[in-house]
């Protein structure tokens, strides 16, 4: 089994050194994959059993994430999105399904006329913060818990006014703040399609693997 690490590796960067640790916890085979060599390529990622769409937006390239995306969505490849990943899932889904074409992100082009993802109230770099669960989604089944506490690192997040026509196309949040502000989505449809504003990855789980990464090395498993 192989796994594409989409995202522009920095050693320096804790949430890619959380990220490698996670998979080397796993026993997985997970490998960076460049944003800019997806963009000139997509097709890429049909070696992959799956992949992860990092944290660390700005991306090198955004049109190699949201390229990434796609082909994950277009194919049912499974996926996993975490903190810039979830906010290019967003974007790529705006554009692409709900009929957004303008759709964009305040972080690289604030200038847009459709920002789908947007500064955050406050900050949430180097927070821990409660993630409520809907009951009946995959979110729940993995977790097995209605509220968990997890790792941030971002300043970006859903902008609500397009919230409910992303519903409307088929999107399904699926995990909250405390104020209803949207920190876990899906795609039902899809074997596995999730994505997270926090970072699992860099969550303290002492010996214990996090329990949406286990479920997306699982999916990735059985897909092969």
């Not at 994959?33 to 799956?50: C, E, I, K, Q, W």
């Not at 790529?92 to 789908?116: C, M």
């Not at 770099?125 to 993630?131: K, N, S, Y």
Request: net charge negative; glycine share 8%; hydrophobic share 40%.
């Amino acid at each position: 089994m192989l796994i594409a690490i989409v995202g522009d590796h920095d050693p320096d960067n804790p949430t890619h050194v959380a990220t490698d640790s996670a998979f080397a916890q796993l026993g997985v085979d997970a490998r960076w994959v460049p944003t800019p060599a997806v963009g000139d390529d997509p097709s890429l990622l049909a070696d992959y059993d799956g992949v992860l769409v990092a944290p660390g937006s700005p991306y090198v390239s955004m049109e190699g994430a949201l390229g990434a995306i796609r082909y994950t969505r277009e194919h049912d490849l499974p996926l996993l999105g975490t903190c810039g990943g979830f906010q290019h899932v967003v974007i790529e889904f705006a554009r692409n399904v709900a009929g957004i074409r303008d759709a964009d992100h305040a972080e690289t082009n604030p200038q847009a006329s459709e920002l789908v993802c947007v500064p955050l109230a406050c900050s949430l770099v180097g927070q821990q913060h409660p993630v409520l669960i809907e009951a009946g989604t995959l979110a729940a089944k993995l977790y097995q818990v209605v509220e968990t506490v997890e790792p941030f690192f971002c300043s970006f997040g859903l902008n609500p006014s397009y919230q409910g026509v992303l519903e409307q196309a088929g999107m399904r949040f699926t995990g909250f703040d405390k104020n209803r502000e949207p920190r876990i989505l899906e795609l039902p449809e899809h074997r596995f399609f999730l994505a997270t504003l926090y970072v699992p990855q860099a969550a303290r789980t002492q010996n214990r693997p996090h329990p949406l990464l286990v479920g997306f090395v699982d999916a990735c498993r059985r897909r092969r």
